[in-house]
Protein backbone atom coordinates (compact mmCIF):
# COMPACT_ATOMS: atom_id res chain seq x y z
CA UNK A 1 0.00 0.00 0.00
CA UNK A 2 2.82 2.46 0.89
CA UNK A 3 4.53 1.58 -2.55
CA UNK A 4 1.55 2.41 -4.23
CA UNK A 5 0.28 5.72 -1.99
CA UNK A 6 4.28 6.45 -2.70
CA UNK A 7 3.91 6.45 -6.60
CA UNK A 8 0.25 7.86 -6.84
CA UNK A 9 2.19 10.92 -5.43
CA UNK A 10 5.47 11.11 -7.36
CA UNK A 11 2.66 10.83 -10.41
CA UNK A 12 0.95 13.78 -9.19
CA UNK A 13 4.63 15.56 -8.57
CA UNK A 14 4.56 15.28 -12.53
CA UNK A 15 1.40 16.38 -13.15
CA UNK A 16 2.08 19.45 -11.26
CA UNK A 17 4.97 19.90 -13.07
CA UNK A 18 4.38 19.01 -16.74
CA UNK A 19 0.97 21.43 -15.72
CA UNK A 20 0.88 24.24 -18.05
CA UNK A 21 1.31 27.91 -16.75
CA UNK A 22 -1.64 30.16 -16.27
CA UNK A 23 0.09 32.88 -18.73
CA UNK A 24 1.50 31.36 -21.91
CA UNK A 25 4.77 33.22 -22.80
CA UNK A 26 5.31 32.42 -26.28
CA UNK A 27 1.38 33.69 -27.21
CA UNK A 28 2.60 36.97 -24.98
CA UNK A 29 5.74 37.50 -26.86
CA UNK A 30 4.04 37.15 -29.89
CA UNK A 31 1.43 39.82 -29.29
CA UNK A 32 3.98 42.17 -27.65
CA UNK A 33 5.86 41.89 -31.07
CA UNK A 34 3.25 42.44 -33.14
CA UNK A 35 1.97 45.44 -31.63
CA UNK A 36 5.10 46.76 -31.53
CA UNK A 37 5.83 45.76 -35.32
CA UNK A 38 2.47 47.77 -35.68
CA UNK A 39 3.38 50.70 -34.24
CA UNK A 40 6.73 51.03 -35.89
CA UNK A 41 4.83 50.35 -39.41
CA UNK A 42 2.08 52.37 -38.94
CA UNK A 43 4.58 55.37 -37.82
CA UNK A 44 6.91 54.24 -41.85
CA UNK A 45 3.70 54.02 -43.74
CA UNK A 46 1.70 56.92 -42.32
CA UNK A 47 4.71 59.36 -42.15
CA UNK A 48 3.70 61.17 -46.11
CA UNK A 49 0.04 61.10 -45.20
CA UNK A 50 0.24 62.09 -41.28
CA UNK A 51 2.22 65.71 -42.71
CA UNK A 52 -0.20 66.01 -45.39
CA UNK A 53 -3.04 65.83 -43.09
CA UNK A 54 -1.63 67.43 -39.97
CA UNK A 55 1.84 68.62 -41.01
CA UNK A 56 3.47 66.43 -38.78
CA UNK A 57 4.94 63.40 -39.43
CA UNK A 58 3.54 61.73 -35.67
CA UNK A 59 0.03 61.46 -36.18
CA UNK A 60 -0.99 58.26 -36.55
CA UNK A 61 1.91 57.22 -34.43
CA UNK A 62 0.63 58.37 -31.75
CA UNK A 63 -2.85 57.28 -32.37
CA UNK A 64 -1.68 53.97 -32.93
CA UNK A 65 0.43 53.92 -29.99
CA UNK A 66 -2.39 55.04 -27.88
CA UNK A 67 -4.80 52.00 -28.96
CA UNK A 68 -2.38 49.54 -28.46
CA UNK A 69 -1.66 50.79 -25.04
CA UNK A 70 -5.47 50.20 -24.33
CA UNK A 71 -5.44 47.10 -26.19
CA UNK A 72 -3.01 45.73 -23.64
CA UNK A 73 -4.97 47.38 -20.75
CA UNK A 74 -8.06 45.67 -21.92
CA UNK A 75 -6.37 41.94 -22.65
CA UNK A 76 -4.61 42.25 -19.15
CA UNK A 77 -8.00 43.35 -17.27
CA UNK A 78 -10.08 40.56 -18.64
CA UNK A 79 -7.23 38.39 -18.33
CA UNK A 80 -7.73 38.39 -14.51
CA UNK A 81 -11.70 37.90 -14.70
CA UNK A 82 -13.09 34.32 -15.55
CA UNK A 83 -14.00 33.86 -18.88
CA UNK A 84 -17.79 31.94 -17.34
CA UNK A 85 -18.40 35.32 -15.35
CA UNK A 86 -18.44 37.34 -18.87
CA UNK A 87 -20.15 34.23 -20.49
CA UNK A 88 -22.99 35.03 -17.87
CA UNK A 89 -23.98 38.36 -19.45
CA UNK A 90 -23.84 36.56 -23.02
CA UNK A 91 -27.20 37.39 -24.32
CA UNK A 92 -26.47 41.30 -23.00
CA UNK A 93 -23.51 41.41 -25.13
CA UNK A 94 -25.14 39.47 -28.32
CA UNK A 95 -28.17 41.56 -28.06
CA UNK A 96 -26.47 44.51 -27.78
CA UNK A 97 -23.82 43.63 -31.24
CA UNK A 98 -27.75 42.86 -33.19
CA UNK A 99 -29.14 46.23 -32.18
CA UNK A 100 -25.98 48.23 -32.69
CA UNK A 101 -25.81 46.42 -36.28
CA UNK A 102 -29.30 47.74 -36.75
CA UNK A 103 -28.74 51.06 -35.93
CA UNK A 104 -25.53 51.39 -38.17
CA UNK A 105 -27.67 50.56 -41.27
CA UNK A 106 -29.85 53.16 -40.36
CA UNK A 107 -27.79 56.11 -38.74
CA UNK A 108 -24.49 54.70 -39.06
CA UNK A 109 -21.67 57.24 -40.81
CA UNK A 110 -20.61 56.38 -44.41
CA UNK A 111 -17.43 56.09 -45.40
CA UNK A 112 -15.84 54.14 -49.08
CA UNK A 113 -19.51 53.58 -50.17
CA UNK A 114 -20.88 51.73 -46.61
CA UNK A 115 -22.12 52.61 -43.27
CA UNK A 116 -20.05 50.85 -40.85
CA UNK A 117 -19.27 53.58 -38.40
CA UNK A 118 -20.89 54.82 -35.19
CA UNK A 119 -19.91 58.36 -34.71
CA UNK A 120 -19.97 58.85 -30.87
CA UNK A 121 -18.15 61.84 -31.40
CA UNK A 122 -14.91 61.14 -29.40
CA UNK A 123 -14.22 57.81 -31.01
CA UNK A 124 -16.03 55.88 -33.69
CA UNK A 125 -17.10 52.87 -33.46
CA UNK A 126 -17.65 49.56 -35.30
CA UNK A 127 -20.47 47.31 -34.64
CA UNK A 128 -19.35 44.39 -36.60
CA UNK A 129 -16.07 44.29 -34.21
CA UNK A 130 -18.44 43.97 -31.30
CA UNK A 131 -20.25 41.34 -33.70
CA UNK A 132 -17.22 38.87 -33.53
CA UNK A 133 -16.82 38.99 -30.23
CA UNK A 134 -20.67 38.19 -29.24
CA UNK A 135 -20.89 35.41 -31.44
CA UNK A 136 -17.83 33.65 -30.01
CA UNK A 137 -19.04 33.67 -26.46
CA UNK A 138 -23.17 33.41 -27.61
CA UNK A 139 -21.76 30.23 -29.32
CA UNK A 140 -19.03 28.78 -26.59
CA UNK A 141 -22.46 28.94 -24.14
CA UNK A 142 -25.04 27.77 -26.71
CA UNK A 143 -23.00 25.33 -27.50
CA UNK A 144 -22.06 23.83 -24.09
CA UNK A 145 -25.60 24.66 -22.09
CA UNK A 146 -27.09 21.38 -23.17
CA UNK A 147 -24.47 19.15 -24.11
CA UNK A 148 -20.63 18.85 -24.11
CA UNK A 149 -20.76 18.56 -27.79
CA UNK A 150 -23.43 18.99 -30.77
CA UNK A 151 -25.24 15.89 -30.84
CA UNK A 152 -28.82 17.36 -32.11
CA UNK A 153 -30.32 19.06 -35.12
CA UNK A 154 -31.75 21.54 -32.85
CA UNK A 155 -28.80 22.99 -31.36
CA UNK A 156 -27.04 22.92 -34.74
CA UNK A 157 -30.10 25.10 -35.88
CA UNK A 158 -30.15 27.27 -32.80
CA UNK A 159 -25.98 27.92 -33.04
CA UNK A 160 -26.55 28.59 -37.19
CA UNK A 161 -29.58 31.06 -35.79
CA UNK A 162 -26.80 33.01 -34.42
CA UNK A 163 -24.17 33.43 -36.76
CA UNK A 164 -26.58 33.50 -39.72
CA UNK A 165 -27.98 36.79 -37.96
CA UNK A 166 -25.00 39.21 -37.44
CA UNK A 167 -23.50 38.21 -40.56
CA UNK A 168 -26.55 38.38 -42.96
CA UNK A 169 -26.35 42.30 -40.98
CA UNK A 170 -23.01 43.01 -41.43
CA UNK A 171 -23.05 41.34 -45.12
CA UNK A 172 -25.49 44.59 -46.18
CA UNK A 173 -22.49 46.73 -45.73
CA UNK A 174 -19.36 44.85 -45.20
CA UNK A 175 -19.15 41.34 -47.04
CA UNK A 176 -15.56 40.80 -45.95
CA UNK A 177 -16.07 41.37 -41.91
CA UNK A 178 -19.63 38.76 -42.36
CA UNK A 179 -17.27 35.71 -44.21
CA UNK A 180 -14.97 36.18 -41.00
CA UNK A 181 -17.95 36.11 -38.65
CA UNK A 182 -19.02 32.77 -40.35
CA UNK A 183 -16.12 31.45 -40.53
CA UNK A 184 -15.48 32.14 -36.77
CA UNK A 185 -18.83 30.19 -36.22
CA UNK A 186 -18.52 27.55 -38.49
CA UNK A 187 -15.08 26.72 -37.14
CA UNK A 188 -16.45 26.71 -33.54
CA UNK A 189 -19.16 24.01 -34.60
CA UNK A 190 -16.54 22.00 -36.37
CA UNK A 191 -14.94 21.45 -33.12
CA UNK A 192 -17.81 21.29 -31.15
CA UNK A 193 -19.35 18.49 -33.58
CA UNK A 194 -18.65 14.58 -32.16
CA UNK A 195 -17.76 12.88 -35.91
CA UNK A 196 -17.03 14.21 -39.59
CA UNK A 197 -20.64 12.30 -40.87
CA UNK A 198 -22.73 15.64 -39.08
CA UNK A 199 -20.88 18.38 -40.41
CA UNK A 200 -21.74 16.88 -43.74
CA UNK A 201 -25.28 16.63 -43.47
CA UNK A 202 -26.27 19.45 -41.78
CA UNK A 203 -23.17 22.55 -42.74
CA UNK A 204 -21.94 20.85 -46.16
CA UNK A 205 -24.66 19.62 -48.03
CA UNK A 206 -26.99 22.65 -47.48
CA UNK A 207 -23.69 25.12 -48.15
CA UNK A 208 -23.22 23.70 -51.38
CA UNK A 209 -26.42 23.71 -52.33
CA UNK A 210 -26.73 27.69 -50.94
CA UNK A 211 -23.63 28.39 -53.09
CA UNK A 212 -25.16 26.46 -56.25
CA UNK A 213 -28.33 28.71 -55.91
CA UNK A 214 -26.41 31.49 -55.62
CA UNK A 215 -24.56 30.77 -58.52
CA UNK A 216 -27.06 29.82 -60.55
CA UNK A 217 -29.20 33.25 -60.11
CA UNK A 218 -26.55 35.17 -59.45
CA UNK A 219 -28.29 37.94 -61.79
CA UNK A 220 -31.06 38.29 -59.91
CA UNK A 221 -28.48 38.40 -56.30
CA UNK A 222 -26.02 41.04 -57.96
CA UNK A 223 -29.24 43.60 -58.04
CA UNK A 224 -28.65 43.05 -53.71
CA UNK A 225 -24.84 44.38 -53.92
CA UNK A 226 -23.84 47.49 -54.31
CA UNK A 227 -22.05 48.65 -57.48
CA UNK A 228 -19.13 49.36 -55.60
CA UNK A 229 -18.93 45.90 -54.70
CA UNK A 230 -19.39 44.29 -58.28
CA UNK A 231 -16.77 46.74 -59.66
CA UNK A 232 -14.25 44.97 -56.90
CA UNK A 233 -15.26 41.77 -58.22
CA UNK A 234 -15.14 42.56 -61.70
CA UNK A 235 -11.26 44.37 -61.58
CA UNK A 236 -10.06 41.16 -59.61
CA UNK A 237 -11.67 38.96 -62.73
CA UNK A 238 -10.49 41.31 -65.27
CA UNK A 239 -7.23 42.05 -63.96
CA UNK A 240 -6.43 45.63 -62.27
CA UNK A 241 -4.48 46.65 -65.28
CA UNK A 242 -8.66 47.11 -67.01
CA UNK A 243 -9.13 50.12 -65.04
CA UNK A 244 -5.21 51.15 -63.78
CA UNK A 245 -6.55 54.90 -63.10
CA UNK A 246 -9.89 53.69 -61.35
CA UNK A 247 -10.65 50.58 -59.76
CA UNK A 248 -7.44 48.76 -60.46
CA UNK A 249 -5.66 51.71 -58.93
CA UNK A 250 -4.81 51.11 -55.73
CA UNK A 251 -3.90 46.82 -56.48
CA UNK A 252 -1.54 48.16 -58.91
CA UNK A 253 0.45 50.65 -56.45
CA UNK A 254 0.57 47.66 -53.97
CA UNK A 255 1.63 44.99 -56.48
CA UNK A 256 4.54 48.01 -57.17
CA UNK A 257 5.38 47.74 -54.18
CA UNK A 258 5.62 44.20 -53.49
CA UNK A 259 7.64 43.70 -56.53
CA UNK A 260 10.43 46.43 -55.73
CA UNK A 261 11.01 45.17 -52.45
CA UNK A 262 13.45 42.95 -53.90
CA UNK A 263 14.74 39.69 -51.06
CA UNK A 264 15.75 41.91 -48.63
CA UNK A 265 13.63 45.50 -49.35
CA UNK A 266 14.83 48.86 -49.75
CA UNK A 267 15.27 49.59 -45.24
CA UNK A 268 12.94 50.55 -42.70
CA UNK A 269 11.40 54.13 -43.85
CA UNK A 270 12.71 54.32 -47.64
CA UNK A 271 9.02 53.32 -49.33
CA UNK A 272 8.39 54.90 -52.46
CA UNK A 273 4.88 53.82 -52.59
CA UNK A 274 3.62 55.27 -49.62
CA UNK A 275 4.66 58.63 -50.63
CA UNK A 276 1.15 60.01 -52.43
CA UNK A 277 1.01 56.63 -54.59
CA UNK A 278 -0.67 54.24 -52.50
CA UNK A 279 -3.92 55.71 -50.93
CA UNK A 280 -4.02 55.18 -46.87
CA UNK A 281 -1.33 53.12 -47.14
CA UNK A 282 -0.94 53.01 -43.31
CA UNK A 283 -4.60 51.12 -43.27
CA UNK A 284 -5.62 47.95 -44.80
CA UNK A 285 -2.94 47.95 -47.50
CA UNK A 286 0.17 48.16 -44.69
CA UNK A 287 1.28 44.99 -45.88
CA UNK A 288 2.24 45.66 -49.06
CA UNK A 289 4.13 48.65 -47.36
CA UNK A 290 5.95 46.04 -45.21
CA UNK A 291 6.96 44.02 -48.76
CA UNK A 292 8.71 47.58 -49.62
CA UNK A 293 10.31 48.31 -47.01
CA UNK A 294 11.13 44.82 -45.61
CA UNK A 295 11.64 42.94 -48.29
CA UNK A 296 10.47 39.09 -48.82
CA UNK A 297 12.33 38.19 -45.73
CA UNK A 298 10.40 40.61 -43.70
CA UNK A 299 7.03 39.60 -44.69
CA UNK A 300 7.84 36.22 -44.59
CA UNK A 301 9.13 36.92 -40.88
CA UNK A 302 5.65 38.44 -40.36
CA UNK A 303 3.85 35.52 -41.62
CA UNK A 304 5.79 32.99 -39.13
CA UNK A 305 5.33 35.26 -36.45
CA UNK A 306 1.72 35.07 -37.43
CA UNK A 307 1.99 31.25 -37.52
CA UNK A 308 3.41 31.38 -34.08
CA UNK A 309 0.02 33.33 -32.52
CA UNK A 310 -2.07 30.67 -34.01
CA UNK A 311 -0.21 27.42 -33.18
CA UNK A 312 -0.36 28.99 -29.69
CA UNK A 313 -3.43 29.36 -29.77
CA UNK A 314 -4.09 25.76 -31.00
CA UNK A 315 -2.05 24.34 -28.03
CA UNK A 316 -4.10 26.11 -25.36
CA UNK A 317 -7.02 25.14 -26.85
CA UNK A 318 -5.89 21.13 -26.77
CA UNK A 319 -5.22 21.92 -22.86
CA UNK A 320 -8.33 23.65 -22.15
CA UNK A 321 -9.97 22.11 -19.07
CA UNK A 322 -13.68 22.93 -20.52
CA UNK A 323 -15.23 22.44 -23.53
CA UNK A 324 -16.66 26.26 -23.21
CA UNK A 325 -12.88 26.96 -23.04
CA UNK A 326 -11.75 25.20 -26.34
CA UNK A 327 -14.41 27.10 -27.99
CA UNK A 328 -13.65 30.27 -26.84
CA UNK A 329 -9.87 29.98 -27.87
CA UNK A 330 -11.01 28.61 -31.39
CA UNK A 331 -13.15 31.43 -31.86
CA UNK A 332 -10.33 33.80 -31.45
CA UNK A 333 -8.11 32.01 -33.30
CA UNK A 334 -10.55 31.97 -36.34
CA UNK A 335 -10.75 35.47 -36.26
CA UNK A 336 -7.18 36.16 -36.44
CA UNK A 337 -6.16 33.42 -38.80
CA UNK A 338 -9.26 34.00 -41.52
CA UNK A 339 -8.24 38.04 -41.32
CA UNK A 340 -4.63 38.01 -42.05
CA UNK A 341 -5.30 35.69 -44.98
CA UNK A 342 -7.88 37.29 -46.14
CA UNK A 343 -5.77 40.52 -45.73
CA UNK A 344 -2.13 39.45 -47.43
CA UNK A 345 -4.73 37.56 -50.46
CA UNK A 346 -6.43 41.00 -51.19
CA UNK A 347 -2.18 43.08 -50.90
CA UNK A 348 -0.81 40.11 -53.41
CA UNK A 349 -4.19 40.57 -55.53
CA UNK A 350 -4.99 36.83 -54.54
CA UNK A 351 -8.86 38.00 -54.02
CA UNK A 352 -11.10 41.21 -54.84
CA UNK A 353 -10.37 44.26 -52.86
CA UNK A 354 -12.02 44.01 -49.26
CA UNK A 355 -11.39 46.50 -46.21
CA UNK A 356 -10.04 44.29 -44.00
CA UNK A 357 -7.22 45.02 -41.80
CA UNK A 358 -3.90 42.99 -40.85
CA UNK A 359 -4.44 42.22 -37.08
CA UNK A 360 -1.99 44.34 -34.39
CA UNK A 361 -0.72 45.54 -37.50
Avoid at 94 to 110: D, N, P, Q
Avoid at 118 to 138: N, R
Avoid at 153 to 180: C, D, H, Q, R, W
Avoid at 317 to 325: E, L
Amino acid sequence: MKAVTKSNQSTEEKTKRRRVPATDTTLIFAILFLIVFGVIMVYSSSYYASYEEAETHTLYLWKQALWSGLGLLAMYIVSRISYKFISSFWLLIYGSAVLSLIFVLFFGVEKNGAKRWIDLKIIGFQPSELAKLAVIIAMSVAITSTHKYITNVKVIAFNMLLIIIPTALIGLENMSTAIVVLAIGLSMIFVALPNIKILIKFIAIPGVIIVALLFAFRDVFSGFFKDYRMGRVEIFLNGPWSDPQGAGYQTIQSLYAIGSGGLFGKGLGYSMQKNGFIPEAHNDIIFSIVCEELGLFGAIALILLFILLIWRCMVIASKAKTIQGLLLVTGVMAQIAIQVIINIAVVTNSMPTTGMPLPFI
